[in-house]
């Protein structure tokens, strides 16, 4: 029961993450292109695998969010349930949103999609560590003594 309740908030924080990240870039000049990211990261790993990616940008679009929202779920599930969950959501927001910084351009997807400017580097993080939080606070809500 602990692992679904801890899926559960892990997916409750990256479905916020993803409905800001997605009005934020639509709103603010600066904001974090994670999607297109994600984009980069489909189309090379099908590429490797000797598989096309698809060519219609919508349809790309579309794998990267559901792929965002499935690896973040998951990451975030690790934040748990129970009385520290809120902390451990905090942690783990926090790290991804310094890996989305770090991590993109020697993997080899870019730099400029997370890491174009300050604003761009605090909002990348900020969503992170929102998501974070969100899947933290709902361990922690849906947490019981049973599970502490």
Same mark, same amino acid.
């Given at each position: 029961? &602990?692992?679904?309740?801890?899926? !559960?908030?892990?997916? #409750?924080? %990256?479905?916020?993450?993803t409905?800001? /990240?997605e009005t %934020?870039?639509?709103l603010?000049?600066?904001? *974090?292109?994670?999607d297109?990211?994600g984009?980069?990261a489909?189309?090379k $790993?099908? @590429?490797?695998a000797? #598989?096309? *990616?698809? +060519?219609? +940008?919508? @349809?790309l /679009? ?7 929202i499935?690896?973040?779920a998951?990451?975030?599930?690790? #934040?748990?349930?129970?009385? =520290?969950a ?6 783990l &927001?926090?790290?991804a ?5 770090y991590?993109p351009? *020697? ?12 604003? $761009? +580097?605090a909002? $990348?993080? &900020?969503?992170?560590?929102?998501? &974070?939080?969100? !899947?933290g606070? !709902? ?5 019981n003594?049973?599970? =502490?």
């Amino acid at each position: 029961m &602990g692992i679904m309740k801890a899926l !559960a908030g892990g997916l #409750a924080g %990256a479905c916020v993450l993803t409905l800001v /990240h997605e009005t %934020a870039r639509r709103l603010v000049a600066d904001a *974090p292109r994670m999607d297109v990211l994600g984009m980069r990261a489909i189309s090379k $790993t099908m @590429e490797k695998a000797g #598989a096309e *990616p698809p +060519q219609d +940008q919508e @349809e790309l /679009h579309s794998w990267a969010l559901a792929g965002d929202i499935v690896s973040n779920a998951v990451y975030y599930s690790f #934040a748990g349930v129970g009385k =520290d969950a809120l902390w451990r959501g905090a942690i783990l &927001g926090a790290a991804a949103g310094a890996g989305a910084i770090y991590l993109p351009g *020697p993997l080899g997807l870019g730099e400029a999609p997370s890491n174009r400017t300050p604003k $761009t +580097q605090a909002m $990348t993080v &900020g969503l992170y560590l929102l998501g &974070g939080l969100v !899947a933290g606070a !709902a361990g922690y809500l849906m947490g019981n003594k049973k599970d =502490d």
